[in-house]
């Protein structure tokens, strides 16, 4: 029969995101109304390792709904990829008494907990977070939703530049294997084109579409390209590229880099991070674990780590099709 828990960690690992503090929050509540002790694991695996625990209560957690980042702070540990660092990380736990652990974070957090699981007979259990939106198991990750608000408010801020002095932009996006953030920032903000990892829209094309926009009376263009679009040249060698062939356009390149992660979490953030904590401290009493809880359907569901890790989140091929038709 499986242990009944009584104690249970809370951690968020890998690059933070908006929502992150709202997913705390909620496991740290849902593990007071069920009566269960609540330990915040500082720096994800690295403050396991050292045993950085904090003992949290329902008051612990007041006022951060609204925050963006971590109040745990997150890392990343090369130590627990070794099984000498996961040792030790086990041995903290069972000298705090913590029973189960929740990690809020990535692919790569959700492959250490369950190497964990598998190693110690520990249970876990997932809560994605993530502002690119490529975990499978779930239409949103924490924190995706932020970020799209967030980037389209700033290429509206750029459309205004560019729209005043006749420019092209190339933006560039997060979104190093999947164009989530691309596509729907792109259909969100008007923009002409949108480079995304998942279609190779070719040089060519590309000045094609450029040309074609000019010639139907747009005197600017802005063109969103995800990090790691197929084109496969890096945001400068395009603007170059571009310049080299069409001198009719004057063209700049704006990197939105870090300022996607921050800020405070917007209205669907928070109550997806509710909802997820919610449900991963009640399959845990339940006595379920290794899993990763998301969104489907509009319901909160479970998918087990390994598909999470294993299985490719895809876009949405009718945004594509929507977005040509809104470039004409
Ligand atoms: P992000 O999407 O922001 O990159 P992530 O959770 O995928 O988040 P990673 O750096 O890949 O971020 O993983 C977070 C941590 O999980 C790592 O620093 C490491 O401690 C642990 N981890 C990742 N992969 C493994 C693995 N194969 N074995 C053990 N631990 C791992």
Redesign the pocket.
Known sequence: MAKTIKKIGVMT?????PGMNAAIRSVVRACAYHNIECYGIYR???GMIEGDFIKMNARSVKGIINKGGTILK?????????KE??VKAHEQLIKAGIDAFV?V????????????NQEFNFPVMGIP????N??FGTTHTLGYDTALNTVVEVIDKIRDTASSHNRLFFVEVMGRDVGHIALNVGIGAGAEEILIPEEDLGLDRLLESLRRSKQSGKSSSIVVVAEGDKIGKSVFELKDYVEENMTEYEVRVSVLGHLQRGGAPSCFDRVLASRMGVKAVECLLDGQSNYMVGLKNDVIDITPFDQAVKGKSKINMELLRVSDIMSI
């Not at 997150?74 to 070794?82: C, D, G, N, V």
């Not at 977070?129 to 690119?132: F, S, V």
């Open positions: 690992s890998g690059g933070d995101s994800g695996y690295e997150s890392a990343r540990s090369k130590e627990f990829r070794t660092g996961r990690v974070g990535g692919d790569g957090s959700f492959t250490g907990a369950m190497i964990f977070g993530t502002i690119d490529d975990i």
